[in-house]
Each structure stands twice: as C-alpha cells, then as structure tokens.
Nanobody
Framework: QVQLVESGGGLVQAGGSLTLSCAAS????????MGWFRQPPGKEREFVASISRSGGRTYYADPMKGRFTISRDNAKNTLYLQMNSLKPEDTAVYYC?????????????????WGQGTQVTVSS
C-alpha cells in the first residue's frame, strides 16, 4: 500500500510559478510510474504529466508542454511538478498518482494509488 501526500499548492498570479511535491511512503517508490493529474472546477479529472520509474522518460499533456516539468527523486521518495508561466486556466486541484502498470501513463484508470490533492489557484 502506497500513501501519497501532495504539498506546495496555493494562490499565484498569472505568469507566476509553483512547485508541487508529492511524498510517497509505504511502498517501493522506484517500482511505480508516477503521474500528475488535475481537476478544474466543474470539470473532469485530466492528465497533466507522467514519469517513468527511473525518471528517464517523461510525458506531458499538450497544454503543459514547455511550461511544466515533472521530476522525481527516488532517494527521497518524492515526485515534483514545476509549473511556470501559469495561466488562470491552470486553476485546479492537482493530484499525484502511482502506477504499477507499465502502460496507460495518461489514463487515470491505470493508476493504483492517489493523493488527496492540493489546490492551485491562478489569478488573472
């Protein structure tokens, strides 16, 4: 059983930056592909980014490419999401998730464990 706890959310002005962290415990962190998802107000949960077990491969949803960077530190059991050039449409609850499967990196259904989420609000 893996427990995930996100932190780092908050209120930021458009154009600003935030870094989210996700601390993992209760399992072997390096055995899981990791991902970030978000749920904007009144909308479905959507894929943001994913990273492979070693950190060697990363994937991004198109709106995040060039602005967001996903990374992980397996020694610290921590996942990160660096978010730059934030826009009001980035406002959402951001979730980290762990995936035992080697496929389905952009599909929420492929993930086995989820954090409780952290709110990111971008003001215009």
């Amino acid at each position: 059983q893996v427990q995930l706890v996100e932190s780092g959310g908050g209120l930021v002005q458009a154009g600003g930056s935030l870094t989210l962290s996700c601390a993992a415990s209760g399992g072997s962190f390096s055995n899981y592909g990791m991902g970030w998802f978000r749920q904007p107000p009144g909308k479905e949960r959507e894929f943001v980014a994913s990273i492979s077990r070693s950190g060697g491969r990363t994937y991004y949803a198109d709106p995040m490419k060039g602005r967001f960077t996903i990374s992980r530190d397996n020694a610290k059991n921590t996942l990160y999401l660096q978010m730059n050039s934030l826009k009001p449409e980035d406002t959402a609850v951001y979730y980290c998730a762990a995936r035992a499967s080697y496929t389905g990196y952009s599909s929420a259904g492929a993930y086995d464990y989820w954090g409780q989420g952290t709110q990111v609000t971008v003001s215009s």
